[in-house]
């Protein structure tokens, strides 16, 4: 992207929860939290002022099966960016003077769950909807945090952070050949490892209920799709954008438009490797929400009756606005790049994308959806009432 003056970076590493005991659940948050104060020759002020004089803007976060590191700079001062990521993610110092104080600030996310009722039921849906161990969430509880030790914390990382799997991804204005070069001065004498998966085990639990006393009532509805390697993915994810995008789309013009059944409502996809899934949220009064969860199942089951061509239309006007918006962001460029390269084995060019979106029809999305219709739902819901199920009604 030689007309920008930045670049940025991303690597993922395949280090995740669902690596990690059941009872050290989090241990992976921890470990990057840690990674943080302090990588080779610099103590963890050193570390972070050496960040501030690049100038990056740098991003951490655990899910799944990946522990992620993105960084953006100005385009000169992206080579000695990469000492310190090497520094980083191959020798942290995890210093156990400070792991009590790394505890609480992991501990801080695990609170706000308390004031964040969606995300504590989005949580409680993927754990339900996917297999076990990755439907796990990565922040542990407060008993399994204070279960890790430090030795805990480099066990993992001595077995897990290697480069069999890691994927590192530059997007911006770089010379290739010097990246090159350099990627290999600090990572090529890098040991690898296998990396062995743990074996699925399925909950499956189909509706689940949170008791919470509150005015309030939050509904997670969830279901399978295809995963993004598949050659049906974008007629998936089509389908979804129809759902959810924009006050034109369907959850939202026919639950909060024209019912005023909520204040809030959406659908995503979201795909791992071998498993993905619809995830839908809708906040709502008590009063109204077994009307909510029913209204929100029709308008999933009515994707399989098909979608019209200004449904079709509008979602290719916003899926290509998005599109264009990454080519004026090296981070979401680079972010996309690791998981196209994850999930796919190679990089979708944007021009790519974009002819798979311009290519779309009414007719091969209607089909898709006939075939593969939406459902069976996980329904998880937290409030002061269970709802019953309209699927057993």
């Avoid at 339900?128 to 407060?142: E, I, M, T, V």
Wanted: charged share 20%; net charge negative; aromatic share 8%.
């Amino acid at each position: 992207m030689n007309w920008m003056e930045s670049v940025s970076y991303s690597i993922l590493v395949p280090y995740g929860p669902v690596l990690d005991p059941l009872e050290l659940a989090g241990l992976a948050s921890l470990n990057c939290e840690m990674m943080l104060r302090g990588a080779g020759e610099r103590n963890s002020r050193q570390f972070l002022q050496f960040l501030e004089n690049l100038g990056c803007e740098t991003t951490e976060a655990v899910a799944h099966l990946h522990t992620g590191f993105g960084a953006s700079m100005l385009a000169e001062h992206l080579l000695a960016s990469l000492d310190l990521l090497a520094d980083q993610i191959r020798r942290p110092h995890f210093p156990e003077e400070q792991l009590e104080i790394a505890k609480q600030v992991v501990k801080q996310d695990i609170f706000s769950l308390e004031d964040d009722p969606p995300h504590r039921v989005m949580l409680e849906l993927q754990h339900h909807f996917l297999p076990d161990p990755w439907g796990r969430s990565n922040l542990g509880s407060l008993e399994s945090i204070d279960r890790i030790e430090i030795t805990d914390i480099r066990r993992q990382h001595r077995r897990y952070f290697q480069p069999e799997g890691t994927i590192l991804s530059i997007a911006g204005k770089f010379d290739w050949a010097a990246v090159c070069d350099k990627v290999g001065e600090l990572f090529a004498d890098w040991e690898p490892q296998p990396l062995v998966l743990p074996e699925e085990k399925i909950i499956g639990s189909k509706l689940v209920h949170l008791p919470c006393d509150s005015l309030q009532t939050h509904i997670g509805v969830a279901f399978p799709c295809v995963p993004l390697r598949s050659p049906d993915y974008m007629l998936a994810w089509g389908g979804v954008g129809i759902l959810s995008g924009g006050m034109s789309c369907r959850l939202f013009n026919e639950i909060r438009e024209k019912r005023g059944l909520c204040y809030s409502v959406y659908a995503a996809y979201s795909s791992l490797k071998d498993h993905a899934g619809t995830y839908c949220y809708c906040g709502t009064g008590t009063e109204r929400a077994q009307e909510t969860l029913e209204v929100l199942i029709t308008e999933l089951n009515r994707l399989r009756w098909g979608v019209n061509d200004g449904e079709l239309n509008r979602f290719k006007i916003r899926a290509k606005s998005t599109l264009i918006m990454q080519q004026e962001s090296t981070g979401s460029r680079s972010g996309m790049m690791t998981q196209d390269w994850y999930h796919l084995g190679r990089v979708r060019t944007l021009a790519e994308i974009e002819s798979a979106i311009n290519s779309l029809t009414k007719s091969a999305i209607n089909n898709y959806f006939a075939n593969h219709p939406p459902g069976p739902f996980h329904i998880v819901t937290l409030g002061p009432e269970p709802l019953q199920s309209p699927l057993t009604t």
